[in-house]
């Protein structure tokens, strides 16, 4: 990915807990102590700097609210359509992303070869799901074969298991995703029941961990949950049914939470509108109201909560509600640290998100005081720059 050389001065810049007014130096991608002789100037006086933020639940080839859409439409749409899908997340200051359930090493190549703007990109490649999972868009009535797509596969048996990890981590994929519970997208899996076997998901970690990598899992109920993380799963994605018990196990495991609050709102306001069947509808009320109760739960029991927002087909644009709906559940500091540190450890890469020596130069610059004026974090015009790599988008 291209790089430049920035100073940005004059700011109040985020360390983590509060800001402090002084000068950002970037050379050539990285934060440094003392500006480049080349670095071009941003003038930040009487606005405030934070960190790039870190979306830990995108999904780039999401194109449709139709699942079978989603897998087996031509995968070049889904690709053409991924790249301004990311591109649109770049310039509302998502300066890296997490892809959970699809991507694809040739996506990944097009972003390191800048043929487009794009958030720094992790992918997990398609999802595991068993039979009749949440990654199976089959419906009861439906007798057709489906074995894989381009955000789900379908894998059953501790050995296909083995080999699909293998698979996946050959052709570059940042973790593994797998589906341990319902869900609201999928036709024929109750949410609250978990799915995979212990076997099955032990021996997906297991590939995962030896080869220094960690599994991520799609799990609403506490049962499911707690299934998951007694495999050794490191990040619960979603959880909104999760009680104070699993909040605790969670965090004696060290597992993060991602909710992904924007999903469910947007579905709720929308879904119907833009094609989302009756099935999912239904579903989605299960769940709306608790994902704001889950996050505030997470909290208090110590858990690290992390953000996504999982936003299917045209809901896309709704990115940046889900900041708001998480500040509404956990106050404007905690998400800004979910979006920015807590993301970072989740990822495993310590020059992300933060604004200290080493780190990459990515900021978003804004208008106002985001702990005294929340909204700064979700208006889209609050956002005076967006900065990648010490360059301005």
């Known amino acids: 990915m291209r790089s430049g050389s920035l100073t940005i001065t004059g700011a109040h810049v985020w360390d983590g807990a509060t800001f402090a007014a002084r000068d950002v130096h970037i050379a050539d991608g990285r934060v440094v102590a003392a500006p480049a002789s080349d670095a071009a100037t941003l003038d930040g006086s009487g606005y405030w700097l934070i960190p790039g933020l870190i979306d830990a639940h995108f999904h780039a080839y999401a194109t449709s609210m139709d699942g079978f859409e ?34 694809d090493i040739g996506l990944a190549q097009a972003i390191d070869a800048d043929l487009f703007d794009s958030p720094r990109y992790h992918f997990t490649g398609p999802a595991l799901s068993q039979t009749g999972g949440h990654g199976d868009p089959r419906a009861a009535h439906v007798d057709v074969c489906f074995s894989h797509g381009h955000m789900c596969e379908v894998v059953d048996g501790v050995d296909n298991l083995r080999l699909a990890v293998r698979n996946r981590l050959r052709t570059g994929a940042h973790a593994i995703k797998v589906m ?121 029991a110590g858990v690290r909560v992390g953000f996504g927002s999982d936003l299917m087909g045209d809901l896309e644009d709704d990115q940046l509600a889900g900041v708001r709906l998480q500040v509404e559940a956990s106050g404007a500091a905690a998400t800004l640290r979910s979006m920015t540190a807590v993301n970072a450890e989740l990822i495993g890469d310590s020059a992300l998100g933060h604004l200290g020596e080493g780190a990459y130069g990515d900021a978003v610059l804004l208008t106002s005081d985001p702990l005294a004026d929340p909204s700064a974090l979700w208006e889209q015009d609050a956002r005076v720059a967006v900065v990648r790599g010490g360059l301005v988008i």
């Open 180 to 300: 341990a519970s319902g869900g609201v997208f999928s036709l024929t899996d109750p949410i609250r029941v978990p799915q995979y076997s212990q076997e099955e998901l032990r021996a997906v970690v297991e590939e995962a961990t030896r080869r220094g990598s960690y599994v991520c899992a799609h799990a609403y109920s506490s049962e499911a949950v707690q299934h998951a993380v007694a495999a050794g799963i490191r990040s619960i994605e979603h959880g909104n049914l999760i009680d104070r018990e699993t909040a605790e196990r969670m965090a004696d495991a060290g597992a993060f939470l991602v909710p992904t609050l924007a999903a469910y709102d947007a579905m709720d306001r929308r879904g119907a509108s833009i094609g989302l069947n009756a099935t999912s509808l239904a579903k989605n009320t299960e769940v709306l109201t608790k994902g704001q109760d889950a996050v505030r739960i997470a909290h208090e």
């Open 70 to 103: 989603n897998e087996r439409g031509p995968l070049s749409y889904a690709a053409l359509n991924g790249a301004r899908r990311l591109s649109r997340a770049l310039s509302r200051g998502f300066t890296t992303v997490r892809d959970v359930a699809g991507g």
